[in-house]
Protein backbone atom coordinates (compact mmCIF):
# COMPACT_ATOMS: atom_id res chain seq x y z
CA UNK A 1 0.00 0.00 0.00
CA UNK A 2 1.37 3.26 -0.84
CA UNK A 3 1.60 6.33 1.02
CA UNK A 4 -2.01 8.86 -0.27
CA UNK A 5 -0.18 12.12 1.09
CA UNK A 6 2.40 14.09 1.30
CA UNK A 7 2.49 16.90 4.26
CA UNK A 8 2.72 20.31 3.49
CA UNK A 9 4.62 21.85 5.98
CA UNK A 10 2.37 24.75 7.02
CA UNK A 11 3.94 28.48 7.39
CA UNK A 12 2.54 30.93 9.56
CA UNK A 13 2.41 34.31 8.65
CA UNK A 14 3.43 36.67 7.19
CA UNK A 15 5.00 33.68 4.87
CA UNK A 16 2.93 32.87 1.51
CA UNK A 17 4.46 29.66 0.67
CA UNK A 18 1.56 27.51 2.27
CA UNK A 19 -1.24 29.53 1.32
CA UNK A 20 -5.09 28.06 2.95
CA UNK A 21 -6.49 28.01 -0.41
CA UNK A 22 -8.46 25.41 -2.73
CA UNK A 23 -5.65 23.50 -3.58
CA UNK A 24 -4.01 23.05 -0.26
CA UNK A 25 -7.36 22.22 1.29
CA UNK A 26 -8.75 19.47 -1.78
CA UNK A 27 -5.22 17.50 -0.88
CA UNK A 28 -5.93 17.04 2.56
CA UNK A 29 -9.98 16.36 1.15
CA UNK A 30 -8.51 13.94 -1.38
CA UNK A 31 -6.46 12.18 1.57
CA UNK A 32 -8.89 11.42 4.34
CA UNK A 33 -11.25 10.06 1.84
CA UNK A 34 -8.92 7.73 0.44
CA UNK A 35 -7.63 6.69 4.06
CA UNK A 36 -11.60 6.42 5.24
CA UNK A 37 -11.95 4.02 2.06
CA UNK A 38 -8.66 1.86 3.02
CA UNK A 39 -10.06 2.13 7.15
CA UNK A 40 -13.03 0.24 6.03
CA UNK A 41 -11.34 -2.08 3.35
CA UNK A 42 -9.07 -3.13 6.14
CA UNK A 43 -11.84 -3.27 8.78
CA UNK A 44 -14.31 -5.76 6.25
CA UNK A 45 -10.68 -7.57 5.43
CA UNK A 46 -9.18 -8.04 8.70
CA UNK A 47 -9.43 -11.84 10.15
CA UNK A 48 -10.71 -12.05 13.98
CA UNK A 49 -8.36 -13.61 16.53
CA UNK A 50 -10.49 -17.17 17.12
CA UNK A 51 -10.46 -17.44 13.32
CA UNK A 52 -5.98 -16.54 12.87
CA UNK A 53 -6.02 -18.66 15.91
CA UNK A 54 -7.07 -22.01 14.92
CA UNK A 55 -5.22 -21.69 11.67
CA UNK A 56 -2.25 -23.98 10.98
CA UNK A 57 0.90 -22.72 11.46
CA UNK A 58 3.20 -25.73 10.64
CA UNK A 59 3.23 -29.72 9.64
CA UNK A 60 5.72 -31.83 10.87
CA UNK A 61 6.15 -35.45 10.11
CA UNK A 62 8.03 -38.23 12.14
CA UNK A 63 9.23 -40.61 9.09
CA UNK A 64 10.29 -43.09 12.21
CA UNK A 65 6.99 -43.17 13.56
CA UNK A 66 4.86 -41.94 10.47
CA UNK A 67 3.17 -39.22 13.02
CA UNK A 68 1.95 -36.31 11.35
CA UNK A 69 2.16 -33.42 13.79
CA UNK A 70 -0.05 -30.30 13.55
CA UNK A 71 0.57 -27.25 15.30
CA UNK A 72 -1.52 -24.40 15.30
CA UNK A 73 -1.45 -20.70 15.77
CA UNK A 74 -2.31 -20.78 19.14
CA UNK A 75 0.45 -23.41 20.01
CA UNK A 76 -2.32 -26.23 19.87
CA UNK A 77 -0.81 -29.52 18.76
CA UNK A 78 -2.77 -32.52 17.06
CA UNK A 79 -0.96 -35.27 16.14
CA UNK A 80 -2.04 -37.70 13.81
CA UNK A 81 -1.21 -41.60 14.17
CA UNK A 82 -0.65 -43.24 10.48
CA UNK A 83 0.95 -46.52 9.16
CA UNK A 84 2.83 -45.13 6.07
CA UNK A 85 6.71 -45.85 7.86
CA UNK A 86 5.45 -49.34 7.50
CA UNK A 87 4.48 -49.38 3.55
CA UNK A 88 7.56 -50.80 2.37
CA UNK A 89 6.63 -52.97 -1.10
CA UNK A 90 3.19 -51.97 -3.09
CA UNK A 91 -0.60 -51.03 -2.59
CA UNK A 92 -3.40 -52.48 -4.13
CA UNK A 93 -7.43 -52.27 -4.52
CA UNK A 94 -10.29 -54.29 -3.84
CA UNK A 95 -12.50 -53.75 -6.31
CA UNK A 96 -15.55 -56.51 -4.65
CA UNK A 97 -14.49 -54.99 -1.27
CA UNK A 98 -14.03 -51.90 -1.90
CA UNK A 99 -10.66 -52.13 0.09
CA UNK A 100 -7.23 -50.54 0.01
CA UNK A 101 -4.86 -52.87 0.83
CA UNK A 102 -1.23 -52.26 2.06
CA UNK A 103 1.65 -54.51 1.41
CA UNK A 104 3.66 -53.71 4.76
CA UNK A 105 7.76 -54.21 5.05
CA UNK A 106 6.81 -57.13 7.19
CA UNK A 107 5.09 -59.13 5.07
CA UNK A 108 1.64 -58.39 6.25
CA UNK A 109 -1.19 -56.70 4.83
CA UNK A 110 -3.04 -53.78 6.19
CA UNK A 111 -6.78 -53.73 4.51
CA UNK A 112 -8.43 -50.05 4.76
CA UNK A 113 -12.39 -50.48 4.10
CA UNK A 114 -13.21 -47.41 1.43
CA UNK A 115 -16.51 -48.86 1.04
CA UNK A 116 -18.29 -46.51 3.40
CA UNK A 117 -16.56 -43.50 2.14
CA UNK A 118 -19.32 -42.88 -0.57
CA UNK A 119 -22.71 -43.78 0.16
CA UNK A 120 -25.54 -42.76 -0.69
CA UNK A 121 -27.22 -41.71 2.99
CA UNK A 122 -23.86 -40.09 3.94
CA UNK A 123 -24.90 -36.61 1.51
CA UNK A 124 -27.26 -34.12 3.31
CA UNK A 125 -28.46 -30.80 1.63
CA UNK A 126 -27.03 -27.73 2.97
CA UNK A 127 -28.90 -24.66 2.97
CA UNK A 128 -26.15 -23.41 0.19
CA UNK A 129 -25.32 -26.94 -1.60
CA UNK A 130 -27.73 -29.60 -3.32
CA UNK A 131 -25.98 -32.61 -3.62
CA UNK A 132 -27.24 -35.55 -6.19
CA UNK A 133 -25.79 -39.19 -6.83
CA UNK A 134 -25.98 -40.97 -10.24
CA UNK A 135 -26.84 -44.32 -10.59
CA UNK A 136 -23.20 -45.39 -11.51
CA UNK A 137 -22.20 -43.69 -8.20
CA UNK A 138 -21.06 -39.97 -9.68
CA UNK A 139 -21.90 -37.67 -6.58
CA UNK A 140 -22.79 -33.59 -7.92
CA UNK A 141 -23.43 -30.95 -6.31
CA UNK A 142 -25.00 -27.28 -7.04
CA UNK A 143 -25.41 -23.93 -5.58
CA UNK A 144 -28.77 -23.01 -4.45
CA UNK A 145 -30.51 -20.19 -5.74
CA UNK A 146 -29.74 -16.76 -3.93
CA UNK A 147 -28.09 -19.25 -0.59
CA UNK A 148 -25.23 -17.34 -1.11
CA UNK A 149 -24.65 -15.17 1.66
CA UNK A 150 -21.62 -12.66 2.81
CA UNK A 151 -19.46 -15.27 4.67
CA UNK A 152 -19.22 -17.20 1.18
CA UNK A 153 -17.67 -14.48 -0.09
CA UNK A 154 -14.08 -13.77 -0.26
CA UNK A 155 -12.58 -11.07 1.84
CA UNK A 156 -11.86 -8.90 -1.07
CA UNK A 157 -15.28 -9.32 -2.37
CA UNK A 158 -16.97 -8.05 0.67
CA UNK A 159 -14.90 -5.19 1.25
CA UNK A 160 -15.70 -4.09 -2.35
CA UNK A 161 -18.94 -4.54 -1.88
CA UNK A 162 -19.16 -2.55 1.53
CA UNK A 163 -17.47 -0.06 -0.06
CA UNK A 164 -19.99 0.07 -2.75
CA UNK A 165 -22.86 0.37 -0.34
CA UNK A 166 -21.62 2.86 1.62
CA UNK A 167 -20.97 4.83 -1.50
CA UNK A 168 -24.27 4.15 -2.85
CA UNK A 169 -25.50 5.45 0.83
CA UNK A 170 -23.86 8.83 0.24
CA UNK A 171 -24.80 9.38 -3.28
CA UNK A 172 -28.68 8.19 -2.23
CA UNK A 173 -28.19 11.32 0.53
CA UNK A 174 -26.76 13.78 -1.74
CA UNK A 175 -30.00 12.95 -4.12
CA UNK A 176 -32.26 13.51 -1.71
CA UNK A 177 -30.64 16.52 -0.81
CA UNK A 178 -30.34 17.46 -4.22
CA UNK A 179 -33.80 16.49 -4.78
CA UNK A 180 -34.82 18.80 -2.36
CA UNK A 181 -33.06 21.72 -3.71
CA UNK A 182 -34.04 21.24 -6.87
CA UNK A 183 -37.48 21.55 -5.78
CA UNK A 184 -36.89 24.77 -3.64
CA UNK A 185 -35.68 26.25 -6.63
CA UNK A 186 -38.31 25.42 -8.64
CA UNK A 187 -41.38 26.14 -6.83
CA UNK A 188 -39.95 27.64 -3.52
CA UNK A 189 -41.24 24.37 -1.33
CA UNK A 190 -38.82 21.57 0.57
CA UNK A 191 -40.55 18.07 0.88
CA UNK A 192 -43.75 20.45 -0.26
CA UNK A 193 -43.34 22.51 2.85
CA UNK A 194 -42.35 26.55 2.10
CA UNK A 195 -38.96 27.31 2.55
CA UNK A 196 -38.19 29.41 5.43
CA UNK A 197 -37.94 33.49 4.69
CA UNK A 198 -33.84 34.10 4.34
CA UNK A 199 -33.01 30.05 2.70
CA UNK A 200 -32.32 29.45 -0.23
CA UNK A 201 -35.14 29.70 -3.25
CA UNK A 202 -37.60 31.59 -0.75
CA UNK A 203 -38.53 34.34 -3.59
CA UNK A 204 -36.15 33.07 -5.37
CA UNK A 205 -37.29 30.27 -7.41
CA UNK A 206 -38.63 29.82 -10.72
CA UNK A 207 -42.61 29.76 -9.79
CA UNK A 208 -41.73 32.88 -8.10
CA UNK A 209 -40.42 34.45 -11.06
CA UNK A 210 -42.83 32.77 -13.37
CA UNK A 211 -45.96 34.66 -11.20
CA UNK A 212 -43.82 38.19 -11.15
CA UNK A 213 -43.76 37.95 -14.79
CA UNK A 214 -47.22 36.72 -15.39
CA UNK A 215 -48.43 39.68 -13.11
CA UNK A 216 -46.13 42.44 -15.23
CA UNK A 217 -47.04 40.85 -17.93
CA UNK A 218 -51.03 40.74 -17.42
CA UNK A 219 -51.63 42.12 -13.88
CA UNK A 220 -52.74 38.53 -12.62
CA UNK A 221 -51.22 35.73 -10.97
CA UNK A 222 -52.53 31.80 -12.27
CA UNK A 223 -54.96 34.01 -13.49
CA UNK A 224 -56.42 35.53 -10.55
CA UNK A 225 -55.99 39.59 -10.72
CA UNK A 226 -53.12 41.33 -8.48
CA UNK A 227 -54.40 42.91 -5.14
CA UNK A 228 -54.88 46.93 -5.50
CA UNK A 229 -51.47 47.26 -3.23
CA UNK A 230 -50.01 45.04 -5.69
CA UNK A 231 -46.47 47.11 -7.56
CA UNK A 232 -47.78 45.44 -10.61
CA UNK A 233 -52.04 46.83 -10.38
CA UNK A 234 -52.03 48.91 -13.21
CA UNK A 235 -48.73 48.89 -13.59
CA UNK A 236 -48.32 46.26 -16.41
CA UNK A 237 -47.76 45.30 -19.92
CA UNK A 238 -51.11 44.81 -20.46
CA UNK A 239 -52.64 47.92 -18.69
CA UNK A 240 -50.51 49.76 -20.78
CA UNK A 241 -50.73 48.37 -24.05
CA UNK A 242 -54.26 49.45 -23.63
CA UNK A 243 -53.73 52.73 -22.75
CA UNK A 244 -51.34 52.95 -25.99
CA UNK A 245 -54.62 51.65 -27.71
CA UNK A 246 -56.43 54.75 -26.25
CA UNK A 247 -53.90 57.05 -27.19
CA UNK A 248 -54.03 55.97 -30.39
CA UNK A 249 -57.14 55.64 -30.61
CA UNK A 250 -57.57 58.89 -29.81
CA UNK A 251 -55.00 60.35 -31.57
CA UNK A 252 -56.51 58.92 -34.90
CA UNK A 253 -59.26 60.88 -33.95
CA UNK A 254 -57.93 63.84 -33.45
CA UNK A 255 -55.81 63.22 -36.88
CA UNK A 256 -59.14 63.01 -38.55
CA UNK A 257 -60.79 66.31 -37.15
CA UNK A 258 -58.04 68.10 -37.93
CA UNK A 259 -57.86 67.00 -41.75
CA UNK A 260 -61.48 67.93 -41.49
CA UNK A 261 -60.87 71.36 -40.36
CA UNK A 262 -57.74 71.48 -42.99
CA UNK A 263 -60.19 70.88 -45.61
CA UNK A 264 -62.95 73.49 -44.51
CA UNK A 265 -60.30 75.85 -44.50
CA UNK A 266 -59.48 75.17 -47.68
CA UNK A 267 -62.89 75.51 -48.91
CA UNK A 268 -63.57 78.89 -46.78
CA UNK A 269 -59.87 79.83 -48.59
CA UNK A 270 -60.58 78.89 -52.13
CA UNK A 271 -59.60 81.32 -54.68
CA UNK A 272 -57.11 83.14 -52.69
CA UNK A 273 -53.33 82.91 -53.29
CA UNK A 274 -52.36 80.47 -50.78
CA UNK A 275 -49.16 77.77 -50.75
CA UNK A 276 -49.46 74.39 -48.75
CA UNK A 277 -46.46 72.74 -46.89
CA UNK A 278 -47.36 69.73 -45.62
CA UNK A 279 -44.30 69.44 -44.10
CA UNK A 280 -44.71 72.42 -41.11
CA UNK A 281 -47.96 70.89 -39.03
CA UNK A 282 -50.18 71.54 -42.30
CA UNK A 283 -49.79 74.96 -42.61
CA UNK A 284 -51.80 76.92 -45.28
CA UNK A 285 -49.92 80.18 -46.01
CA UNK A 286 -51.57 83.22 -47.89
CA UNK A 287 -48.37 84.97 -49.85
CA UNK A 288 -50.36 88.51 -50.21
CA UNK A 289 -51.79 88.88 -46.75
CA UNK A 290 -49.47 86.73 -44.68
CA UNK A 291 -51.86 84.65 -42.96
CA UNK A 292 -50.77 81.44 -41.68
CA UNK A 293 -53.08 78.91 -40.74
CA UNK A 294 -51.91 75.56 -38.91
CA UNK A 295 -53.60 73.35 -36.75
CA UNK A 296 -52.82 72.42 -32.76
CA UNK A 297 -52.38 68.97 -32.69
CA UNK A 298 -53.22 68.63 -29.21
CA UNK A 299 -57.00 70.57 -29.07
CA UNK A 300 -57.74 69.55 -32.70
CA UNK A 301 -58.25 73.70 -33.19
CA UNK A 302 -57.22 75.58 -36.19
CA UNK A 303 -55.13 78.28 -35.66
CA UNK A 304 -53.89 81.75 -37.82
CA UNK A 305 -51.26 84.15 -36.93
CA UNK A 306 -50.13 86.88 -39.41
CA UNK A 307 -46.85 87.17 -40.53
CA UNK A 308 -45.45 90.49 -41.75
Same mark, same amino acid.
Given at each position: ???????????????? +? &????????????? #????????????? &???????????? !??????????????????????? !????????? #????? *?? *???????????????? @?????????????? $?????????????????????????????????? %??? @?? %?? %?????????????????????????? #???????? $??????????????????????????????? +?????????????? %??? @??? &?? #????????????????????????? *???????? $?????? @?????????????????
Amino acid at each position: MQKVFQRINWQNYPSE +E &TPLNEGNLNRMDY #ALNEIDDRVIALD &TEKADSATVDNL !VKSIAVDDETGEITITKENGSQT !VIQTTLNKI #AINFD *YD *YDTQQLILTLNDGTEA @RIDLSTLIQNNEFG $DTQTIQLSVSQNGIVTGEIILHSIGDEHLRTDYL %ADI @RL %AE %AHADASQQAAERFSFDSEAWAKGTRA #AEPVEEGA $DGYNDNSKYYKDRAEAWAVGQTNRTPVPEGD +ECYENNSKHYSEVA %AQI @RDA &TS #AIRDNAADLLQAAVDRLTGLNLMVN *YSDGCLYY $DINSGI @RLSINYQTGDLEYEIIT
